[in-house]
């Protein structure tokens, strides 16, 4: 799960909200486990907060991330993304995005749910 999906999720009048809504509902019934990373959550909350304040993140928190299989980015990781990170050179490829597919790759996760197309040029299947 990304934070596109995530704040999708969140936000009721994002563009992607009701596709977010049906997908995590489906997920949750079907899925035994929906993988973050720890930086996805670092980057959720902070969007959150910014764009729809401390009730949304205390939401988020409390309905969503118990819900999520959090895999903690090491260092081995963190410096392989941001070595990925340079190597792409693309304004919009973030060190998240980055470390979310070194973590996906490495945990065997093929799918994503997530509104953001730099998964499918990675060779991820978007769930949107």
């Not at 996906?104 to 040029?121: C, E, P, Q």
Request: glycine content about 4%; some cysteine; overall charge negative.
């Amino acid at each position: 799960m990304d934070t596109s999906a995530i704040f999708a999720l969140m936000d009721a009048d994002d563009t992607n909200h009701n596709k977010a809504k049906k997908i995590w509902v489906d997920l949750i019934m079907n899925n035994p486990s929906i993988v973050v990373s720890n930086y996805i959550l670092v980057e959720s909350f902070a969007l959150i907060q910014h764009r729809l304040g401390m009730q949304a993140v205390r939401l988020f928190q409390e309905d969503i991330v118990p819900i999520l299989t959090i895999e903690w980015v090491d260092r081995t990781d963190h410096l392989s993304g941001v070595a990925a990170m340079l190597a792409a050179s693309q304004k919009k490829l973030s060190l998240v995005d980055c470390v979310s597919f070194i973590v996906m790759r490495k945990s065997g996760v093929k799918d994503a749910f997530s509104f953001d197309r730099h998964f499918i040029s990675e060779g991820f299947h978007c769930l949107t």
